[in-house]
């Protein structure tokens, strides 16, 4: 039997579903290759416990687990003042992110910025330093692993931006990648891509963000051997 690899994406606080996931992929840590494409927080209601099974699963297991544009916001919330990114923090999930570091202390007023920023970084400096070192991607034979996508104007793609790596959407879903590998990616939900949740075979890429934490599903693609997948998913809890 081949080993497996199992690529998910996008989490975002929901830990029910991941968790879930897991045991209808029947994952053994020992035997299966897990990536997880980054996005670990914001939106679902377990944040801070989806930060902490990912760093046992990284540090026991070796589960390889890539940054996304949520997890560097939260690390650029935490240690600047910024009010731009404090706005975005808020707009897209970040009060459920705050609640979940903080729910056990209600009477003090750590949900007020400056306090909730003092706050993690005092009790959670672990998570943060865990966030800011996870890699942009991952590289094998015949697949790249990433959170958004490869910017199709760069003609070596590991000179674009930490930016387009975290962030890119049009111009990589638009055009052709530049390089014979097939890009694994979350970050841009499918149903904006296909109408549907399910995991999205685009020729030179492979789109899985089923768009859990907004109530649709949680994917995880399996991979045998090249171009050989199965599909799982669980729907929002
Ligand atoms: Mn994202």
Known sequence: M?????????IHGCLDEFNKLLKIVKYEPKL????????????GGYSKEVVDKV?????E??????????DQRFIDLINSKDKEVESKFIKHGGHNTLLSYVEKQQGDNTTEMDSFRRY???K?????KFLEQLPLYHEEDDYIYVHAGLNPNFKNWKE??????????????????VTNKT???GHTKLRDIHGKADIWFGGDKIGIDGGCAYGHQLNCLEIREKKKYRMYSVNSI
Do not use: C, W
Request: proline share 2%; hydrophobic share 45%.
């Open 2 to 10: 081949n080993a497996r690899t199992l690529v998910i994406s996008d």
């Open 32 to 43: 299966d290759k897990l990536i997880l494409l980054g996005d670990y927080i914001d939106n």
């Open 55 to 59: 760093m046992n699963m990284v540090k």
């Open 61 to 70: 297991f070796g589960v390889i687990a890539i940054k996304g544009n949520h």
């Open 120 to 122: 993690i970084k005092k």
């Open 124 to 128: 959670y400096s672990h998570h943060l």
């Open 160 to 177: 674009q931006s930490e930016h387009d790596f975290i962030y890119i959407r049009e111009a990589f879903l638009n055009y052709p990648t």
């Open 183 to 185: 890009v694994i990616f």
